[in-house]
């Protein structure tokens, strides 16, 4: 599965949009790229994932670089309870371990009023 | 609703004994797992069952043991033999059909040795 590289941390003012960067430049065609998010103590919760195409969800917008060697995974109205690590996964359907995930160190954003 | 049920939130276990935790999920999904996180790190896997009577060795199965007589169910045991099991644990499922179908968490056990 392709190695990600994520900023260690962000900040962002509540209300603001929050701009997550994930890069992946040595994914390969049939890799996917997950985005979750973990809270302090609790399990990690899925956010979003994609192929090629930008996709948007009621939690998220995850936007993919044509050449599919970035991402950025946008929260449009950041709230203190967006508080978190945020994990950008890559990896290929059922491959290894069976559909596995690999969660690198991710980035902690923290929401500030 | 719909979701992934881990039990107990924590648990404390003695020199020697070994311990079970349960995880149930109602989303009728066939895939299940178990991953431990250390403080400050990532998971790591230590089982995953595709479908029922079936699982599979993950990165650190040692000193562990599960069972999936269920569908639903996915019990992972800590067995003595694991010598440095404190830790956060985490039952995951996905669903078996398109490969690239995510994996969705429970909340996670917190094991701590007495």
């Known amino acids: 599965d392709a190695k990600t590289t994520q900023p260690p941390s962000m900040d962002c003012a509540e209300g603001r949009a929050a701009n997550l960067p994930c890069n992946h430049s040595?994914?390969?065609?049939?890799?996917?790229v997950y985005w979750y998010r973990q809270i302090h103590s609790q399990g990690p919760q899925y956010i979003i994932h994609?192929?090629?195409n930008n996709e948007t969800n009621e939690m998220a917008s995850l936007i993919i670089t044509e050449d599919r060697k970035s991402s950025t995974l946008i929260l449009p109205h950041a709230t203190l309870r967006d508080t978190a690590v945020y994990y950008c996964?890559?990896?290929?359907?059922?491959?290894?371990?069976?559909?596995?995930?690999?969660f690198g160190k991710g980035t902690k954003l923290s929401v500030k009023p | 609703d719909g979701g992934i049920t881990q039990s107990p939130k924590y648990l404390f276990r003695k020199e020697g004994q070994n311990v079970t935790l349960s995880c149930e999920q109602n989303?009728?999904?066939?895939?299940m797992y178990w991953y431990r996180q250390d403080p400050g790190q990532g998971l790591r896997l230590i089982y995953y069952?595709?479908?029922?009577?079936?699982?599979q060795k993950g990165d650190i199965a040692e000193g562990y043991s599960v069972s999936r007589e269920k569908k639903e169910s996915f019990p992972l045991t800590v067995t003595s033999a694991q010598k440095n099991p404190t830790a956060f644990y985490l039952c995951?499922?996905?669903?078996?059909?398109?490969?690239?179908?995510?994996?969705?968490f429970g909340d996670g056990t917190r094991l701590s040795i007495l």
């Open positions: 996964i890559v990896r290929v359907p059922l491959s290894g371990s069976q559909g596995n995930l690999i």
């Open positions: 995951a499922s996905r669903s078996g059909g398109a490969g690239n179908q995510p994996q969705h």
């Open positions: 069952s595709q479908i029922v009577n079936d699982f």
């Open positions: 040595t994914i390969s065609g049939n890799e996917y």
């Open positions: 989303l009728n999904h066939d895939a």
């Open positions: 994609g192929l090629k």
